[in-house]
Protein backbone atom coordinates (compact mmCIF):
# COMPACT_ATOMS: atom_id res chain seq x y z
CA UNK A 1 0.00 0.00 0.00
CA UNK A 2 1.29 3.26 -0.63
CA UNK A 3 1.48 5.67 2.10
CA UNK A 4 0.22 8.88 0.71
CA UNK A 5 -1.59 9.39 -2.06
CA UNK A 6 -2.89 13.03 -3.35
CA UNK A 7 -5.31 13.21 -6.27
CA UNK A 8 -5.05 16.75 -7.83
CA UNK A 9 -7.45 18.22 -9.93
CA UNK A 10 -6.79 20.72 -12.75
CA UNK A 11 -10.21 22.44 -14.67
CA UNK A 12 -9.95 25.37 -17.07
CA UNK A 13 -13.69 26.59 -17.41
CA UNK A 14 -15.10 28.98 -19.61
CA UNK A 15 -17.81 31.07 -18.04
CA UNK A 16 -19.81 33.93 -20.34
CA UNK A 17 -21.37 37.19 -18.90
CA UNK A 18 -22.16 36.06 -14.93
CA UNK A 19 -22.32 37.01 -11.24
CA UNK A 20 -21.70 33.68 -9.78
CA UNK A 21 -20.27 34.36 -6.57
CA UNK A 22 -21.30 38.13 -5.36
CA UNK A 23 -19.64 39.84 -2.10
CA UNK A 24 -21.32 42.11 -0.27
CA UNK A 25 -22.03 45.21 -2.82
CA UNK A 26 -23.42 42.93 -4.93
CA UNK A 27 -20.84 42.79 -7.51
CA UNK A 28 -18.87 39.74 -8.95
CA UNK A 29 -15.97 38.67 -6.95
CA UNK A 30 -12.26 39.55 -7.63
CA UNK A 31 -8.68 39.26 -6.79
CA UNK A 32 -5.88 40.75 -7.51
CA UNK A 33 -3.05 38.45 -8.90
CA UNK A 34 -0.03 38.84 -11.35
CA UNK A 35 -0.51 42.80 -10.61
CA UNK A 36 -4.08 42.91 -12.47
CA UNK A 37 -7.41 42.19 -11.64
CA UNK A 38 -9.00 38.72 -11.78
CA UNK A 39 -12.75 37.49 -11.69
CA UNK A 40 -12.78 35.38 -8.54
CA UNK A 41 -15.08 32.21 -7.12
CA UNK A 42 -14.59 31.48 -3.84
CA UNK A 43 -13.80 28.33 -2.22
CA UNK A 44 -16.60 28.19 0.18
CA UNK A 45 -19.31 29.23 -3.16
CA UNK A 46 -17.71 26.04 -5.25
CA UNK A 47 -18.54 23.67 -1.98
CA UNK A 48 -21.39 24.76 -1.58
CA UNK A 49 -21.98 23.27 -5.02
CA UNK A 50 -20.81 20.45 -4.54
CA UNK A 51 -22.55 19.39 -1.59
CA UNK A 52 -25.88 20.48 -3.08
CA UNK A 53 -24.41 17.67 -6.46
CA UNK A 54 -23.59 15.24 -3.36
CA UNK A 55 -27.17 15.33 -2.20
CA UNK A 56 -28.59 14.74 -5.98
CA UNK A 57 -26.40 11.78 -6.62
CA UNK A 58 -25.96 9.97 -3.28
CA UNK A 59 -27.59 8.18 -0.16
CA UNK A 60 -28.59 10.64 2.31
CA UNK A 61 -27.63 8.21 4.71
CA UNK A 62 -24.07 8.86 3.68
CA UNK A 63 -23.84 12.35 3.61
CA UNK A 64 -24.18 15.03 7.11
CA UNK A 65 -26.22 18.05 7.85
CA UNK A 66 -24.40 21.07 8.78
CA UNK A 67 -26.96 23.41 10.70
CA UNK A 68 -27.65 24.68 14.20
CA UNK A 69 -30.76 23.35 14.18
CA UNK A 70 -29.38 19.87 15.73
CA UNK A 71 -31.44 18.97 18.55
CA UNK A 72 -34.21 19.25 16.50
CA UNK A 73 -32.88 16.92 13.63
CA UNK A 74 -32.14 14.39 16.49
CA UNK A 75 -35.01 14.36 18.14
CA UNK A 76 -37.06 14.00 15.00
CA UNK A 77 -34.68 10.53 14.38
CA UNK A 78 -35.39 9.77 17.96
CA UNK A 79 -38.88 9.91 17.45
CA UNK A 80 -38.65 7.72 14.68
CA UNK A 81 -37.02 5.19 16.50
CA UNK A 82 -39.64 4.96 19.45
CA UNK A 83 -42.87 7.08 18.39
CA UNK A 84 -44.21 6.61 21.84
CA UNK A 85 -42.14 9.64 23.10
CA UNK A 86 -43.62 12.81 22.71
CA UNK A 87 -41.72 15.97 20.80
CA UNK A 88 -41.13 17.32 24.26
CA UNK A 89 -39.76 14.79 25.64
CA UNK A 90 -36.93 14.13 21.82
CA UNK A 91 -36.16 17.48 22.33
CA UNK A 92 -35.06 17.60 25.62
CA UNK A 93 -33.47 13.78 24.94
CA UNK A 94 -31.80 15.51 22.06
CA UNK A 95 -30.37 18.74 23.47
CA UNK A 96 -28.69 16.52 26.63
CA UNK A 97 -27.29 14.26 24.25
CA UNK A 98 -25.13 16.94 22.26
CA UNK A 99 -24.25 18.84 25.99
CA UNK A 100 -22.55 15.51 27.22
CA UNK A 101 -20.79 16.23 24.41
CA UNK A 102 -19.95 19.56 25.29
CA UNK A 103 -21.64 21.07 22.25
CA UNK A 104 -23.06 23.81 23.76
CA UNK A 105 -26.73 24.95 22.61
CA UNK A 106 -29.49 27.63 23.40
CA UNK A 107 -32.99 27.41 23.34
CA UNK A 108 -32.31 24.17 21.48
CA UNK A 109 -30.13 25.54 18.76
CA UNK A 110 -26.30 25.17 18.80
CA UNK A 111 -24.45 28.05 19.16
CA UNK A 112 -22.85 27.91 15.92
CA UNK A 113 -22.84 25.28 12.61
CA UNK A 114 -22.41 21.86 13.17
CA UNK A 115 -21.68 19.09 10.44
CA UNK A 116 -23.28 16.13 11.49
CA UNK A 117 -23.27 12.88 9.89
CA UNK A 118 -26.14 11.04 8.83
CA UNK A 119 -25.43 7.46 10.23
CA UNK A 120 -23.97 9.49 13.63
CA UNK A 121 -27.74 11.27 13.46
CA UNK A 122 -28.98 7.55 13.63
CA UNK A 123 -26.75 6.22 15.73
CA UNK A 124 -26.99 8.57 18.28
CA UNK A 125 -30.65 8.49 18.14
CA UNK A 126 -30.68 4.58 18.91
CA UNK A 127 -28.02 5.34 21.69
CA UNK A 128 -30.26 8.26 23.46
CA UNK A 129 -33.50 5.79 23.27
CA UNK A 130 -31.31 2.80 24.91
CA UNK A 131 -29.60 4.81 27.37
CA UNK A 132 -32.21 7.39 28.44
CA UNK A 133 -31.37 8.40 32.24
CA UNK A 134 -27.73 6.88 31.29
CA UNK A 135 -25.84 9.21 28.93
CA UNK A 136 -22.20 8.57 29.15
CA UNK A 137 -20.31 11.50 27.62
CA UNK A 138 -17.58 9.23 26.36
CA UNK A 139 -20.23 7.12 24.23
CA UNK A 140 -21.23 9.62 22.50
CA UNK A 141 -17.97 11.21 21.41
CA UNK A 142 -17.27 8.02 20.31
CA UNK A 143 -20.15 7.53 17.97
CA UNK A 144 -19.39 11.24 16.58
CA UNK A 145 -15.84 10.47 16.09
CA UNK A 146 -16.33 7.45 14.00
CA UNK A 147 -18.92 6.23 11.31
CA UNK A 148 -18.17 10.14 9.22
CA UNK A 149 -20.22 10.82 6.37
CA UNK A 150 -18.88 11.48 3.01
CA UNK A 151 -18.92 15.55 3.07
CA UNK A 152 -17.78 15.66 6.50
CA UNK A 153 -14.86 13.69 5.82
CA UNK A 154 -14.18 15.46 2.85
CA UNK A 155 -14.61 18.73 3.98
CA UNK A 156 -14.00 18.73 7.87
CA UNK A 157 -15.69 19.87 10.90
CA UNK A 158 -14.58 22.46 13.70
CA UNK A 159 -16.28 22.60 17.02
CA UNK A 160 -14.81 25.36 19.14
CA UNK A 161 -16.10 23.86 22.31
CA UNK A 162 -15.15 20.58 21.88
CA UNK A 163 -11.72 20.30 19.89
CA UNK A 164 -11.92 16.16 20.53
CA UNK A 165 -14.89 16.38 17.66
CA UNK A 166 -12.83 18.20 15.29
CA UNK A 167 -12.64 16.53 11.64
CA UNK A 168 -9.31 17.21 9.62
CA UNK A 169 -10.72 17.86 6.15
CA UNK A 170 -9.02 15.08 3.69
CA UNK A 171 -9.62 17.47 0.96
CA UNK A 172 -8.94 21.32 -0.58
CA UNK A 173 -10.67 23.57 -2.56
CA UNK A 174 -8.90 26.61 -3.71
CA UNK A 175 -10.30 29.97 -4.89
CA UNK A 176 -10.77 29.96 -8.89
CA UNK A 177 -9.70 33.20 -10.66
CA UNK A 178 -9.18 34.25 -14.23
CA UNK A 179 -6.46 33.33 -16.57
CA UNK A 180 -6.47 36.98 -17.52
CA UNK A 181 -7.35 40.24 -16.76
CA UNK A 182 -11.08 41.33 -16.21
CA UNK A 183 -12.74 44.24 -16.03
CA UNK A 184 -16.44 45.14 -14.61
CA UNK A 185 -19.44 45.78 -17.03
CA UNK A 186 -22.99 46.79 -15.61
CA UNK A 187 -26.38 45.82 -17.71
CA UNK A 188 -28.27 48.50 -17.26
CA UNK A 189 -32.41 46.67 -17.28
CA UNK A 190 -35.90 47.77 -16.84
CA UNK A 191 -38.95 46.20 -16.07
CA UNK A 192 -42.65 46.94 -18.08
CA UNK A 193 -45.67 46.51 -15.70
CA UNK A 194 -47.74 44.38 -18.16
CA UNK A 195 -51.42 46.48 -16.84
CA UNK A 196 -49.58 50.16 -17.63
CA UNK A 197 -52.09 51.63 -20.61
CA UNK A 198 -50.38 52.30 -24.11
CA UNK A 199 -50.45 55.81 -23.63
CA UNK A 200 -48.73 55.71 -20.49
CA UNK A 201 -45.00 55.63 -20.80
CA UNK A 202 -41.89 54.45 -18.29
CA UNK A 203 -40.78 50.98 -16.58
CA UNK A 204 -42.06 49.49 -13.35
CA UNK A 205 -38.88 48.76 -12.45
CA UNK A 206 -35.18 49.63 -13.54
CA UNK A 207 -31.87 49.20 -11.80
CA UNK A 208 -28.08 47.66 -13.09
CA UNK A 209 -26.14 44.49 -12.34
CA UNK A 210 -22.73 44.17 -12.57
CA UNK A 211 -20.83 41.05 -14.52
CA UNK A 212 -18.03 39.79 -15.94
CA UNK A 213 -16.91 36.78 -18.39
CA UNK A 214 -13.58 35.37 -17.63
CA UNK A 215 -11.85 31.45 -18.31
CA UNK A 216 -11.34 30.06 -15.10
CA UNK A 217 -8.61 28.32 -13.29
CA UNK A 218 -10.08 25.70 -10.72
CA UNK A 219 -8.02 23.70 -8.45
CA UNK A 220 -8.38 20.74 -5.44
CA UNK A 221 -7.18 17.97 -4.19
CA UNK A 222 -7.52 15.10 -1.98
CA UNK A 223 -5.77 13.07 0.66
CA UNK A 224 -6.61 9.76 -0.37
CA UNK A 225 -4.80 8.44 2.73
CA UNK A 226 -6.62 11.03 4.90
CA UNK A 227 -9.75 9.87 3.30
CA UNK A 228 -9.07 6.46 3.64
CA UNK A 229 -8.83 7.08 7.71
CA UNK A 230 -11.98 9.35 8.09
CA UNK A 231 -14.24 6.53 6.08
CA UNK A 232 -12.82 3.57 8.50
CA UNK A 233 -10.59 1.94 6.49
CA UNK A 234 -13.09 0.76 4.04
CA UNK A 235 -11.38 0.69 -0.07
CA UNK A 236 -14.77 0.47 -2.05
CA UNK A 237 -15.94 3.32 0.38
CA UNK A 238 -13.16 5.54 -0.18
CA UNK A 239 -12.99 5.27 -4.01
CA UNK A 240 -16.57 5.86 -4.38
CA UNK A 241 -16.04 9.18 -2.92
CA UNK A 242 -13.30 10.24 -4.60
CA UNK A 243 -15.14 9.38 -8.06
CA UNK A 244 -18.05 11.48 -6.54
CA UNK A 245 -15.81 14.28 -5.68
CA UNK A 246 -14.13 13.93 -9.03
CA UNK A 247 -17.45 14.31 -10.68
CA UNK A 248 -19.35 17.16 -8.28
CA UNK A 249 -15.96 19.13 -9.12
CA UNK A 250 -16.39 19.08 -12.68
CA UNK A 251 -20.13 18.98 -13.53
CA UNK A 252 -21.34 21.27 -10.10
CA UNK A 253 -21.50 25.36 -10.88
CA UNK A 254 -22.32 28.15 -7.65
CA UNK A 255 -26.16 29.09 -8.91
CA UNK A 256 -25.36 32.90 -7.99
CA UNK A 257 -27.78 35.08 -10.97
CA UNK A 258 -28.25 31.91 -13.00
CA UNK A 259 -31.43 33.00 -14.12
CA UNK A 260 -30.07 35.95 -15.03
CA UNK A 261 -27.48 34.80 -17.07
CA UNK A 262 -27.81 30.75 -17.68
CA UNK A 263 -24.21 30.64 -17.87
CA UNK A 264 -24.73 26.41 -17.81
CA UNK A 265 -20.76 26.11 -19.04
CA UNK A 266 -18.84 22.83 -18.39
CA UNK A 267 -15.29 22.51 -18.27
CA UNK A 268 -12.54 22.83 -21.45
CA UNK A 269 -10.01 20.95 -19.76
CA UNK A 270 -9.77 18.38 -16.77
CA UNK A 271 -6.23 16.92 -15.78
CA UNK A 272 -6.45 14.45 -12.97
CA UNK A 273 -2.98 13.73 -11.00
CA UNK A 274 -2.26 11.59 -8.94
CA UNK A 275 1.03 11.90 -6.78
CA UNK A 276 2.78 10.66 -3.65
CA UNK A 277 4.44 13.22 -2.47
CA UNK A 278 2.55 16.12 -2.16
CA UNK A 279 -0.34 18.42 -3.87
CA UNK A 280 0.50 20.71 -6.84
CA UNK A 281 -1.35 23.75 -7.17
CA UNK A 282 -0.63 24.92 -10.88
CA UNK A 283 -2.09 28.86 -10.67
CA UNK A 284 2.04 30.00 -11.29
CA UNK A 285 0.55 29.66 -14.88
CA UNK A 286 -1.31 32.31 -15.03
CA UNK A 287 0.59 34.57 -12.89
CA UNK A 288 1.35 36.90 -16.10
CA UNK A 289 -1.97 36.80 -17.43
CA UNK A 290 -2.95 35.30 -20.61
CA UNK A 291 -3.37 38.04 -23.57
CA UNK A 292 -6.48 37.22 -25.86
CA UNK A 293 -5.72 35.82 -28.84
CA UNK A 294 -9.35 34.64 -30.58
CA UNK A 295 -10.05 33.77 -27.01
CA UNK A 296 -8.44 33.19 -23.55
CA UNK A 297 -9.20 29.06 -23.69
CA UNK A 298 -5.99 27.75 -26.20
CA UNK A 299 -3.78 29.95 -24.58
CA UNK A 300 -5.07 28.75 -21.11
CA UNK A 301 -4.71 25.26 -22.07
CA UNK A 302 -1.29 25.95 -23.23
CA UNK A 303 0.13 27.78 -20.46
CA UNK A 304 -0.87 24.82 -17.96
CA UNK A 305 0.32 22.21 -19.54
CA UNK A 306 3.79 23.83 -19.41
CA UNK A 307 3.34 24.19 -15.81
CA UNK A 308 2.08 20.93 -15.47
CA UNK A 309 5.32 19.56 -17.38
CA UNK A 310 7.54 22.03 -14.79
CA UNK A 311 6.87 20.40 -11.66
CA UNK A 312 9.32 17.52 -12.19
CA UNK A 313 12.36 20.73 -11.14
CA UNK A 314 11.16 20.22 -7.61
CA UNK A 315 8.74 17.58 -6.87
CA UNK A 316 8.59 13.46 -7.49
CA UNK A 317 7.38 12.38 -11.36
CA UNK A 318 3.01 11.80 -10.47
CA UNK A 319 2.09 8.14 -10.59
CA UNK A 320 -0.60 8.58 -13.23
CA UNK A 321 -2.25 11.46 -15.12
CA UNK A 322 -5.36 11.25 -16.80
CA UNK A 323 -6.73 14.13 -19.10
CA UNK A 324 -9.92 15.23 -20.53
CA UNK A 325 -9.86 17.81 -23.61
CA UNK A 326 -7.37 19.34 -25.62
CA UNK A 327 -4.80 18.37 -24.08
CA UNK A 328 -2.54 16.40 -25.93
CA UNK A 329 1.04 14.73 -25.07
CA UNK A 330 0.32 14.77 -21.47
CA UNK A 331 -0.62 11.68 -19.29
CA UNK A 332 -3.72 9.58 -20.98
CA UNK A 333 -6.05 11.15 -22.93
CA UNK A 334 -9.66 9.79 -22.51
CA UNK A 335 -12.80 9.97 -24.13
CA UNK A 336 -15.30 11.80 -21.41
CA UNK A 337 -15.53 12.03 -17.73
CA UNK A 338 -16.99 8.71 -17.28
CA UNK A 339 -14.04 7.12 -18.86
CA UNK A 340 -11.44 8.98 -16.80
CA UNK A 341 -13.38 8.14 -13.51
CA UNK A 342 -13.12 4.23 -14.15
CA UNK A 343 -9.29 4.62 -14.75
CA UNK A 344 -8.63 6.79 -11.61
CA UNK A 345 -10.66 4.29 -9.36
CA UNK A 346 -8.68 1.50 -10.96
CA UNK A 347 -5.10 3.03 -9.98
CA UNK A 348 -6.57 3.76 -6.39
CA UNK A 349 -7.95 0.94 -5.81
CA UNK A 350 -3.90 -0.57 -6.92
CA UNK A 351 -2.39 1.74 -5.14
CA UNK A 352 -4.53 0.94 -1.49
Known sequence: ????IYVDLHVLQTVPPSNINRDDTGSPKTARYGGVTRARVSSQSWKKAMREYFKEH????????????????????IIEKEPSMDESSALKLAEEIFNKAKISTKDQEAKALFFLGGKQRQMLASY?????????????KSILNANQSIDVALFGRMVADAPELNVDASSQVAHAISTHEIAAEFDFFTAVDDLTPDDQAGAG???????????????????????RVQLGDDKDAVIEALKLFVKSFVQSLPSGKINTFANQTLPDALIVSIRSDRPVNLVNAFENPVKSQGGYVTG???RLKTEFEKIDRFAEESIATFTV????????????????????????????
Open 325 to 352: GDIEGLGEGKKNLNELLEKVGETIDRLL
Open 300 to 302: SIS
Open 128 to 140: GVEHLGDLQAKEI
Open 1 to 4: MQNN
Open 58 to 77: EDKENLGIRTKKIVHSLAKA
Open 205 to 227: MLGTVEYNSSTLYRYANVAVHEL
